[in-house]
């Protein structure tokens, strides 16, 4: 088996240059982490409030947290001090608790907004109808430190890659239109989190910006 400094490098040779690559770090451990980020990994994603609150301070300071798992809203106190993009907003009501939480101590949290796109129900995030109406809304506008930088998607876990492609192309269409419709205005709206360890070539083709690997740079994960 390859090593995960080993992953990390071939990652970095065959995926283009402004991907970023975010190490998807959850039920790994400090050590694993730290070898990463030896060999220049700075981006890490975490899934879990405690998991994360726990790792962070035995861990260099300069590493950038992405937080990608489900968020409760009694939660987002504890990881909004030093969190770097939260990827996976899912609800006006967790948007308007990271504004609050932020607002307390001086910060801007920069967010992207989840969408559902797979064909699974267990997948949280918004369907298109519902971001159109929440960037529309007064509570949007009321929003002073979040900053929305992009969008998030999980495509169907499915060996079909055509509908796996066809997911990621609804959501890139989607962030373009999103784009237009409300950031013109705004260049930090450009992020495109979409691509995990078995169907990321396929979001890199479909024009994601972002991708979330565990599995294929630590190995599989003992729950
Ligand atoms: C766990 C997780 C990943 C990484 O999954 P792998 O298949 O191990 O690459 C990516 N995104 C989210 C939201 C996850 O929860």
Known sequence: ???????IEIFRRTIPQ?????AVSKYHTIDEINAAYEVGER?????????????????????RWHFI???????VKFIVPFVSLIHSVDSIRLLRTIDREANKIGKTVRCLLQVHIADEETKYGFVPEELHELLRGDDFQALENVEIVGLMGMAT????????RAEFTQLRTLHT???????SHQPSFCTLSMG????????????STMIRIGTALFGERAY
């Open 1 to 7: 088996m390859t090593s995960i400094r080993e992953n």
């Open 18 to 22: 402004e991907v970023t690559l975010v």
């Open 43 to 63: 981006d890490f994603g975490e899934s879990r409030v405690q998991e994360l609150q726990e790792k962070q301070p035995h861990l260099p300071s300069d590493i």
């Open 69 to 75: 798992g489900h968020l409760q809203r009694n939660k």
């Open 157 to 164: 876990y499915t060996d079909d890659q055509e509908q796996v």
């Open 177 to 183: 239109l999103l784009q237009k419709e409300y950031f």
């Open 196 to 207: 995990m360890s078995q169907d990321y070539t396929i979001a890199i083709e479909e024009g």
